[in-house]
């Protein structure tokens, strides 16, 4: 696929004021978009999006899925809430609903992210997934291909978001034994709730966030969950002192030092949910908030887990040997008998099979760059949604994207105005 790209940028506004198909002149096969690209319309995309509709910069946004924040609507367990308080969750210009609760469920916060889209005018392409996207030396600009059905396009732009954020696809290890296993198996983003599991003897793997709250659901429609435990983990509570423990970390960061808000909250912790070791669930050497910061890895935040562990309901084991045809073997020696397995083992990024950029991104899909410097490379290239501190965090880096684009596209639009106003005179 080649379409003819014209050096001299000074015709550029000229040529299109909106995204413009030349259905004649490129087989309705190459769009050229008089700004930027944005891969992804999760809530990374959308946030992108609303910022630069602001400002009157036009845009186009690009999701494989049929539907905003596809993650959200398809690979989410029923019973998810927002782990945070709904101020620390919502997108920039826009505040959630004053009658949605503290924690909206992931049907409200959907509900949000649709009249969001609504509100800014947002109209993503679905059913486009993106093979391949690279800046065009010559050009000077980014070519970006995509296939719907049977057909593939070309996008040339002059910015490229990338907001595909870290949870595009589902981690999957490899484990000994686990394809003689006759028993169901599978991802947490495929598991709605635990109605088909009643009676079961269930296998969780993983003690993230998601682990938990899976095993808790389990337990709620009268399955008998055993969650793999690892590595060791941080657990805090949801709220400490009627005040959520987020909230607390946050304002006690603008007063003292990381290690010792890190301090604090561990012993809040123990003092609020006991010694947990006795029930096989060890803490990382490493404070919380430090874990967070330096690797990306979130604290457990309780919401009624802990006391189906230590009431036996939930019961904790260690690291998986093999599998068999109806059981599992431990690290420990120890034998299960299972019917199935849910791999609550997370997600990663997908940007290395696609992006054909040096300098932004590293091999596994993430900045380079630590937070707070990760979101812009070179030659017109940005990143969204990958800071590891949740929608607070893509909210931040969109603000910025928004205006470092919307700054270069008035500049350069202001410029071809004043020349085309000049030969006219």
């Known amino acids: 696929m080649h379409c003819a790209c014209d050096n001299n940028l000074d015709h550029w506004p000229t040529m299109v004021h909106h995204a413009l198909e030349h259905e004649e002149l490129f087989s309705r096969r190459c769009i050229l978009v008089n700004g930027p690209v944005i891969i992804g319309a999760g809530p990374s995309g959308l946030a992108v999006g609303a910022g630069l509709h602001q400002q009157g910069v036009p845009f186009v946004i690009l999701d494989r899925a049929d539907c905003i924040a596809s993650l959200w609507q398809n690979k989410t367990y029923d019973r998810l809430k927002l782990h945070l308080p709904k101020q620390f969750c919502q997108l920039p210009y826009f505040p959630f609903p004053p009658n949605f609760p503290e924690y909206p469920s992931k049907y409200q916060f959907i509900e949000y992210l649709e009249s969001y889209a609504k509100k800014f005018e ?8 993106v093979e391949s996207a690279k800046y065009d030396e010559t050009c000077g600009l980014w070519r970006v291909r995509t296939v719907t059905g049977e057909c593939e396009v070309e996008y040339i732009c002059r910015w490229l978001v990338v907001a595909t954020g870290e949870n595009a696809e589902k981690v999957v290890p490899e ?66 002192f009627g005040k959520s423990t987020f909230e607390l970390a ?176």
Request: net charge positive; proline share 5%; hydrophobic share 35%.
């Open 250 to 425: 946050t304002s006690m960061m603008k007063w003292l030092p990381l290690k010792v808000v890190d301090k604090i909250l561990l012993v809040l912790a123990r003092c609020t949910l006991g010694n947990l070791e006795k029930y096989g669930i060890k803490r990382p050497s490493k404070g919380p908030l430090h874990l967070k910061n330096t690797k990306g890895k979130t604290p457990v935040l309780d919401i009624g887990a802990l006391q189906k562990i230590k009431s036996g309901k939930i019961q904790i084991v260690p690291g998986i040997k093999k599998f068999s045809s109806g059981r599992v073997e431990l690290v420990n020696g120890a034998n299960l008998e299972i019917d199935s397995v849910i791999l609550a083992t997370g997600y990663c990024s997908n940007v290395p099979t696609w992006l054909k950029e040096e300098g932004l991104f590293s091999k596994e899909g993430m900045p380079i760059k630590p937070f707070p410097e990760g979101w812009r490379g070179k030659a017109g290239v940005y990143a969204v949604g990958f800071t590891g501190r949740g929608l607070s965090g893509a909210s931040f880096d969109a603000i910025r994207v928004a205006e470092d684009i919307g700054k270069m596209w008035n500049q350069e639009t202001n410029h071809y105005v004043s020349l085309l106003r000049s030969k006219m005179q």
């Open 122 to 129: 947002i109209s993503p392409r679905f059913n486009e997934s």
């Open 175 to 240: 484990f000994e034994g686990l394809d003689e296993f006759e028993g169901t198996v599978m991802h947490a983003c495929d598991y709605r709730s635990g109605e088909g599991f009643e009676g079961q003897q269930v296998l969780v793997v993983g003690c993230g966030n998601s682990g938990m709250e899976v095993s808790l659901d389990l337990c709620h429609h009268n399955a008998f969950p055993s969650m793999v435990v690892r590595s060791s983990v941080h657990m805090l509570p949801r709220e400490i």
